[in-house]
């Protein structure tokens, strides 16, 4: 059955990122359509060595696709998702969109594949981005082996997740400080540059940010909601790669040697944790354009009982959404979702 998949916001960042994921794994589609708003038809977007013409998302056919990757803001995917997901076309979503909704599964195919099974009941999977995943493929093998109780997270966020301007912001503010230039915040609240803000999104009503809460709602909806989470996000004037450090409280004794065992042999994960060497433990710079999740400087905690401390870090342009995306449509293609006729499925 021959399968046809539509990337929408296949202009933007995280669009082309998954153009580049599913060239790279040789995804098997026989026809990759590249959409994006009425603004941006005709602009050319790299499939490998072919080149696609953003079409008008809404001349589209949807109900002429089996799949369509949306990576669009979250208003934009609000708006479509219903609309294409109604018209028989499966959507993976990459936006925040509809991460919380029950009726949407959550998956992060390194961590809850079986989770993919859900999308019968709106035809629409939401997948997590980086962040939230780099943290969850590492709890994910520490939880059934011993029982994750809590964890207390502060991250180090890099400025690609908030997208290109705020790249450039970064850009620009650090050139400008050379040359007494005052900087100008624009994408974020306070300058970038020489800095860091603890502050990532807007604030609730009982002081997290939405990323603090988001982290732990999407943690526990993919792992288990009774693990107990408390973040603290902060941008940092890096450009790709984000570090977590995070202390986890577990119900059964695990010793950090244990632990370094348990994770060097799960899938996705490369400890890098030598106390002698110089290069003993992995940096947000050291991760860029790999796939791996890094764990580095595990360690006992001495002050709680059952306790671990440990450094997580990967590139969140590669190892995020987008990838996640993907590997949830080879999931669907593999577990032969695609291989009934459109009009066959609900
Ligand atoms: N950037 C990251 O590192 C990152 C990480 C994790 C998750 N995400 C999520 O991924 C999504 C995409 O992010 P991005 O940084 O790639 O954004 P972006 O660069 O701004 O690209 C957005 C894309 O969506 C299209 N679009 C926007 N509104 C549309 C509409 N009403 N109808 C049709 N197409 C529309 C745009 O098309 P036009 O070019 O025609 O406007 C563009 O192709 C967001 O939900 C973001 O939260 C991003």
Same mark, same amino acid.
């Given at each position: 059955?021959?399968l046809?998949?539509?990337?929408?916001?296949?202009?933007?960042?995280?669009?082309?990122?998954?153009?580049n994921?599913?060239?790279?794994?040789?995804?098997?589609?026989?026809?990759?359509?590249?959409?994006?708003?009425?603004?941006?038809?005709?602009?050319?977007?790299?499939?490998?060595?072919?080149?696609?013409?953003?079409?008008?998302?809404?001349?589209?056919?949807?109900?002429?696709?089996?799949?369509?990757?949306m990576?669009?803001?979250?208003?934009?995917?609000r708006?479509?998702?219903?609309?294409?997901s109604?018209?028989?076309?499966?959507?993976?979503?990459?936006?925040?969109a509809?991460?919380?909704?029950?009726?949407?599964?959550?998956?992060?195919?390194?961590?809850?594949?079986?989770?993919?099974?859900g999308?019968?009941?709106?035809?629409?999977i939401?997948?997590?981005?980086?962040?939230?995943?780099?943290?969850a493929?590492?709890?994910k093998?520490?939880?059934?082996?011993?029982?994750?109780?809590?964890?207390?997270?502060?991250?180090?966020?890099?400025?690609?997740? *908030?997208?290109? #301007?705020?790249?450039d912001?970064?850009? !620009?503010?650090t &050139?400008?400080?050379?040359?007494?230039?005052?900087? /100008? =915040?624009?994408?974020?609240?306070?300058?970038?540059?020489?800095?860091?803000?603890?502050?990532?999104e807007?604030?609730?009503?009982?002081g997290?940010?939405?990323?603090?809460?988001?982290?732990?709602?999407?943690?526990?909806?993919?792992?288990?909601?009774?693990?107990?989470?408390?973040?603290?996000?902060?941008?940092?004037?890096?450009?790709?790669?984000?570090?977590?450090?995070?202390?986890?409280?577990?119900?059964?004794?695990l010793?950090?040697a244990?632990?370094? *065992?348990?994770? #060097?042999?799960?899938?996705?994960?490369? !400890?890098?944790? &030598?106390?002698?060497?110089?290069?003993?433990?992995? /940096? =947000?710079?050291?991760?860029?354009?790999?796939?791996?999740?890094?764990?580095?400087r595990?360690r006992?905690?001495?002050?709680?009982?059952?306790?671990?401390?440990?450094?997580?870090?990967?590139?969140?342009l590669?190892?995020?959404?987008?990838?996640?995306?993907?590997?949830?449509?080879e999931?669907?293609?593999?577990?032969?979702?695609?291989?009934?006729p459109?009009?066959?499925?609900?």
């Amino acid at each position: 059955m021959a399968l046809k998949v539509a990337i929408l916001g296949a202009t933007g960042m995280i669009g082309r990122e998954i153009l580049n994921i599913m060239d790279e794994r040789h995804f098997d589609a026989d026809e990759v359509f590249a959409l994006a708003s009425r603004k941006s038809v005709g602009a050319e977007v790299s499939f490998g060595d072919r080149i696609l013409k953003a079409r008008d998302a809404e001349q589209f056919d949807w109900a002429s696709c089996q799949l369509c990757i949306m990576a669009t803001g979250d208003a934009a995917a609000r708006k479509w998702g219903n609309k294409i997901s109604q018209a028989g076309c499966i959507v993976i979503d990459t936006s925040r969109a509809f991460r919380a909704d029950p009726q949407t599964p959550l998956v992060a195919p390194g961590v809850n594949p079986d989770a993919v099974e859900g999308y019968t009941k709106r035809n629409l999977i939401a997948v997590p981005d980086g962040l939230t995943t780099q943290l969850a493929v590492v709890l994910k093998p520490l939880h059934e082996a011993a029982g994750v109780v809590r964890v207390v997270v502060a991250t180090y966020q890099s400025v690609s997740s *908030a997208g290109k #301007r705020a790249m450039d912001e970064l850009w !620009v503010q650090t &050139k400008g400080i050379y040359v007494n230039q005052a900087p /100008t =915040p624009k994408e974020f609240p306070r300058q970038i540059a020489f800095n860091v803000i603890p502050q990532v999104e807007e604030f609730m009503d009982d002081g997290y940010t939405e990323e603090e809460w988001r982290i732990s709602a999407e943690i526990r909806k993919m792992i288990d909601n009774d693990i107990q989470i408390v973040a603290t996000c902060v941008r940092v004037p890096v450009f790709a790669g984000h570090a977590e450090a995070v202390h986890i409280e577990l119900a059964e004794p695990l010793p950090a040697a244990e632990a370094r *065992a348990l994770l #060097r042999q799960s899938p996705g994960i490369m !400890v890098v944790d &030598k106390r002698d060497e110089e290069d003993g433990y992995v /940096t =947000p710079v050291d991760s860029i354009g790999e796939w791996a999740t890094y764990v580095s400087r595990i360690r006992d905690d001495p002050t709680v009982e059952n306790g671990l401390a440990m450094w997580i870090v990967a590139d969140n342009l590669r190892n995020g959404s987008a990838l996640n995306a993907v590997e949830t449509a080879e999931l669907l293609r593999n577990r032969g979702v695609f291989n009934a006729p459109l009009e066959a499925r609900e």
